[in-house]
Each structure stands twice: as C-alpha cells, then as structure tokens.
C-alpha cells in the first residue's frame, strides 16, 4: 500500500509543478521573466484559467491525501 500512495504522491507532485507554472503572473516574480507581464490585468476571469484553478485545487487536495495517508501508513507500521 506505501507503495501505492508513494507512487500517487510522486505523480500529483510532478502534476501540481505543472499546472502552478501554468498560472497566469499575478505581478512580478519568475512569471514575468516567461513573458507573462504582457498579459491583460484581468487575471483569472477567462473559463480556461477557472478550469486551471479547479484543477489545481483538486490536485492539491489529492497530494495532500497522499502525505496525510503516508503518515498514518507510516507512523502505524509494526
């Protein structure tokens, strides 16, 4: 079973990279540098950045699951 959670973990992990670099720039930071300042200042209101958003929650909320079951896997290990 860690095996499983562990693997899950790595995959939502290396997911979550992904869709966080996805984001549009809020100001400043890393964001700017790619070329995301020449974007309009409406920040979030397309369907597409919603999507993202929702997906990106539901992704967190899975990797956070994997590390809270880890812990319990591992913590009650005889």
């Known amino acids: 079973m860690t095996i499983v959670f562990t693997i899950l973990l790595?995959?939502?992990s290396i997911?979550?990279?992904g869709l966080i670099l996805l984001h549009k720039g809020r100001g400043g930071g890393l964001s700017d540098m790619f070329g995301g300042g020449v974007s309009s200042?409406?920040?979030g209101s397309s369907v597409a950045e919603k999507n993202l958003d929702r997906i990106t929650i539901g992704i967190g909320v899975i990797w956070?699951?994997?590390i809270v079951?880890?812990?319990l896997i591992l913590a009650y290990q005889n």
């Open 41 to 43: 200042s409406l920040g």
């Open 15 to 17: 997911f979550m990279i």
């Open 69 to 71: 079951a880890l812990g």
């Open 64 to 66: 956070f699951a994997c």
């Open 10 to 12: 790595v995959l939502t």
